[in-house]
């Protein structure tokens, strides 16, 4: 198992950190906000540690679990330190009223945020079409990646599989458009036709 670090301490990057434990990895939790990553490494228990924020996360993995209106900010913040780095990128660019996405046309926020980025450091898109509650009630979920690297998209793989989901690679970074578009799908299919937020995309192979 490996050392995987994750930058925030809001739902997500807590669905994702339990999940990560339970697989019996080591997670460290960095937050600009150091007590609330203090209390979610206290809650998780399970040998997660925090780390600084700013510094060099411990984790060759890095999971950026912030919304997408706080990415840029800070991938800049963490500047070169973040370089040779895998980064996850887990946020759904929605505007705050969910009316829609809010990257530039023909972009999205993965790309955005791969903007800032150091040379040495990779994206990979994922997490972004499970809902964090339903990440955290455990069974094999589907999860959509896309990475131009494909060192990267490959050792995502082998981590998400070691977490007891199906990676599934759609393509290239360019498709993160695509399974953001698919993340704000999913909102209007809980408000809609579901009724329910308690569900999953599932590919069958049939």
Known sequence: MSTISIIGSGTMAAAIAGRTAKAGHTVE????????????ADQLAAGVTTGTYGAAPAGDIVI??????????????????????????????????LSGLITPHGSSGAEETAKGLPTGAHVVKAFNTIFGHVLVKGGRLDAFIAADDAEA?????????????RPLDVGGLHMARTLESLGFMMIGLAKNGAGTWDFAMNVDKG
Not at 29 to 40: E, N, P, Q, T, Y
Not at 69 to 93: E, H, Q, R, T, Y
Not at 153 to 165: D, M, P, Q, R
Request: no cysteine; glycine share 4%; charged share 20%.
């Open 64 to 97: 950026l679990a912030v919304p997408y209106s706080a990415a840029a900010a800070v991938v800049a913040d963490f500047g070169k330190a973040l370089d040779g780095k895998v980064i996850i990128d887990v946020a759904n660019p929605f505007a705050p009223d």
């Open 153 to 165: 998209k490959a050792h995502v793989s082998t981590f998400l599989e070691s977490l007891e989901l």
């Open 29 to 40: 939790v960095v937050s600009r906000d150091s007590a609330k990553a203090r209390a979610l």
